[in-house]
């Protein structure tokens, strides 16, 4: 039986020009080499080269078995990508988020528990949310409310509470709490997207000046080197630390604290089992 292996050795051949490169380029021995050709030609029963002293050329059989080789491990590629692709879809989870930080620790969760899933995620509204979670879109959402709902499957995931981030200079940072009408800066940083939480802070601070930036790093060089006020969470400053010019202080407003729910369809439950058995060792 003619192994794809052969194959490639061969061509390496073709393209190298001699054993004793082809044999480099394929990590191997000139040896070893040397005998899975020989053992080609002895499966094909046929002669791929012309042997001369010191040298070995493809003769008319070989140069077919190569034009063959190549359309067949050109094929056996284009299988490998079909079938990947295939097992991609088949194994696609999708989850939508009202907001972004929930989505870094459930993706790892994920990625723990059910390494051959690939994970598709976007953050939209609760509204749109559940709409798609009812049609299929999403086999998983995360909303900022509890779904009371014969049909789903809904558990309490995690809280996220804001934090405004002050330099130290700023007449704030002696505060242990803020709140949001303390906040009377003309201009402040804001990052996009921050999903659900936007529409919060819009509604709580309609009178400020949001310089919004949509590039993480950009942002975070903002935030350090302009000074600016930007808000923090629970969520981020387990990831990132504080810039050492700058203290995180909680907010105090109702507002500034969310809980987060994972809801599915009751027969996908049993399919994710352990993500959720996860969250009450957690909590």
């Known amino acids: ?83 990947n692709k295939n097992n991609q879809v088949l194994n696609n989870f999708s989850i939508g988020s009202c907001a972004p930080a929930p989505l870094w620790d459930m993706i790892s969760l994920f990625g723990r528990f059910y390494p051959e899933k690939y994970i598709l995620h976007k ?24 779904i009371d709902n014969s049909e789903f499957f809904c558990i309490k995931y995690k809280t996220e509470q804001l934090f405004l981030s002050v330099p130290l200079q700023h007449p704030l940072a002696k505060k242990k709490e803020i709140h949001f009408s303390d906040i009377t800066d003309d201009r402040m940083l804001l990052f996009n997207p921050i999903g659900i939480w936007k529409d919060v802070v819009l509604e709580k601070m309609p009178n400020m000046n949001f310089l919004i930036q949509n590039d993480r790093i950009i942002y975070q060089e903002l935030a350090e080197m302009q000074n600016l006020l ?42 994710i089992e352990k993500l959720f058995d996860s969250f009450s060792k957690n909590s």
């Open 1 to 83: 039986m003619i192994e794809l292996e052969q194959l490639k050795q061969l061509i390496a051949f073709a393209t190298y020009g001699t054993l004793s490169k082809a044999a480099e380029e394929l990590y191997i021995s000139q040896p070893a080499l040397s005998r899975s050709i020989q053992k080609l030609e002895k499966t094909l029963e046929v002669e791929l080269f012309d042997r001369k002293k010191n040298k070995m050329e493809l003769n008319e059989n070989g140069k077919t078995v190569i034009q063959y080789a190549e359309k067949i491990l050109n094929l056996v590629d284009e299988m490998e990508e079909k079938v």
């Open 123 to 146: 953050i939209e509204n609760n509204l749109q949310l559940f709409e798609k979670l009812k049609n299929g879109s999403y086999q998983m959402i995360i909303l900022s409310e509890p």
């Open 230 to 271: 930007h808000f923090r969470s629970n969520f981020t400053l387990e990831r990132e630390d504080n810039f050492k010019n700058n203290i995180s202080i909680p907010i105090a407003d109702k507002e500034a604290k969310m809980t987060f729910y994972c809801v599915c369809k009751k027969n996908i439950k049993n399919e």
